[in-house]
């Protein structure tokens, strides 16, 4: 589902997450009105426009209950730039650890591939047709403009002519997508030519874009043949003609309107660098990294390998369990740049047996159609739906909550037989029932100490 966001009323993007996650109806409401509110934004006046900064979220709940997953929904269903990253990246390499600053060049590359898509999907009927020129001239090669004397020469360019329009014909009908042909396909490939050495520094970063760029001028492109079917060739063509058809140069301007008005950056863990340390070691970073990413939510300007870009209209989601700490322990700087605040609920054995049953990409159904592929007919009774949703909430309640991902480990630990021997299973029908559940996980059961490693 990628929409405009004119399209997409608070109400339908709620709709529409959830058809993939349970509950969690306050941060869904929460994400739903900072998208829309973008939407508004886009249709005021420029000199109000820019002073209308968008309203950050800071989502608070256990691990597995859907904090991540929203965010992604979000920005797929408007086809956005999406980030995501933990803030405990910045404090493991010494004191600093990774640059802040790499966020939105991280950023800034997915808007490229999205912007990039985007254009060459303007041109692809273009670039179809010039593909299946190119496939023509290696079936039938065309005839070399003359201006000849003798009749029976301009009955031979007749002839090749009717000949390719004939081949043309059969070519578009798809006849001969079978028969094998040998393309020759343009590369440039740096990496290949010339050593670079990867540099994290921003300001080195963008000395290295620049110089690959300015040799990429330099060094003629690497001719490639390779034998293809000629459905196959039609792609690759297609896909190489359209690149050439493209504007790099407008792609980078639409990759930097794009990532600075609709970019969407997930800090997940933001409470591992909340509250402050006594003593050292590399705790010591909390309040540093906080100060560092401040600049970024804030708004400013970071030089990238598409160009400047501002974040002052990046909307950014921080999310984290803030079961040691709590929001207040973040520096008042940081707290006031998370004006929203939601708060996401631990999961119940109701919630499970909903999240197992009712979402578009539930885990039961996912587990039903990999078996499908094998000739297995895998059937779960409602009872043995409720019993893996009771032992859930059992396991989290006894060991570390860890929220719907304990399904996983449940229903792994479950079908791990099947899994085993489906290939060679002669019966083609399953049933998964109450009973068998509770045989597969009763030794886990049993010994609790135990069941921590194993689910």
């Avoid at 086809?79 to 390499?93: C, Q, R, S, Y």
């Avoid at 003629?220 to 003609?241: D, M």
């Avoid at 083609?428 to 045989?439: A, F, R, T």
Wanted: glycine share 4%; no cysteine; aromatic share 6%.
């Amino acid at each position: 589902m990628k929409n405009n966001l004119n399209e997409l009323t608070p109400k339908k993007i709620v709709e529409f997450l959830d058809k993939y996650i349970v509950g969690q109806t306050q941060a869904k409401k929460a994400i739903a009105i900072a998208l829309r509110s973008r939407y508004r934004r886009s249709k005021l006046p420029d000199d109000i426009k820019e002073d209308v900064i968008p309203k950050n979220i800071l989502m608070i709940g256990p691990t597995g209950v859907g904090k991540t997953e929203i965010a992604k929904r979000v920005a797929k269903i408007v086809n956005a730039p999406f980030v995501k990253l933990e803030a405990t990246k910045f404090t493991e390499i010494g004191y600093v650890g990774r640059d802040v600053e790499s966020i939105v060049r991280d950023l800034a590359s997915v808007g490229y591939e999205t912007a990039k898509t985007q254009e060459l999907e303007k041109v692809y009927a273009q670039a179809e047709k010039i593909a299946m020129s190119r496939i023509l001239d290696i079936l039938v090669p065309p005839v070399k403009k003359k201006i000849s004397i003798y009749e029976e020469n301009r009955e031979e360019e007749e002839g090749i002519k009717k000949t390719r329009e004939k081949f043309r014909e059969k070519l578009e009908k798809g006849e001969f997508d079978d028969k094998i042909i040998e393309i020759t396909i343009e590369e440039k490939d740096l990496s290949m030519q010339i050593p670079f050495i990867e540099v994290s520094q921003p300001m080195m970063e963008d000395f290295d874009s620049n110089l690959k760029n300015l040799l990429s001028n330099m060094i003629p492109s690497k001719k490639k043949t390779k034998k293809v079917a000629i459905k196959e060739a039609k792609e690759i063509l297609k896909e190489e003609e359209a690149y050439n058809l493209i504007d790099k140069e407008k792609v980078k301007e639409i990759a930097r309107d794009i990532v600075s008005n609709m970019g969407i950056v997930f800090i997940d863990e933001i409470d591992k660098i909340a509250g402050k340390t006594a003593g050292g070691g590399p705790d010591i970073s909390r309040e540093g990294v906080q100060r560092d990413l401040l600049p970024i939510i804030e708004g400013n300007a970071i030089n990238t390998k598409i160009g400047v870009i501002k974040t002052d209209h990046i909307l950014f989601i921080a999310a984290g369990a803030f079961h040691q700490t709590k929001p207040s322990d973040l520096i008042p700087e940081l707290q006031g740049r998370f004006p929203i605040r939601v708060e996401l609920q631990a999961l119940t054995k109701d919630d499970f047996y909903k999240i197992l049953t009712q979402p578009k990409n539930a885990l039961i159904k996912q587990y039903i159609e990999l078996l499908k592929t094998e000739g297995v007919n895998l059937t779960f009774t409602d009872e043995a739906i409720k019993k893996v949703s009771e032992l859930a909430e059992y396991f989290n309640e006894k060991n570390e909550n860890i929220g719907a991902r304990r399904l996983h480990t449940l229903i792994e630990k479950v079908l791990e037989d099947i899994l085993f021997e489906a290939p060679d299973v002669q019966s083609n029908d399953v049933i998964i029932d109450d009973k068998y559940v509770l045989q597969k996980v009763a030794d886990v059961v049993e010994n609790l100490d135990l069941s921590k490693y194993i689910l």
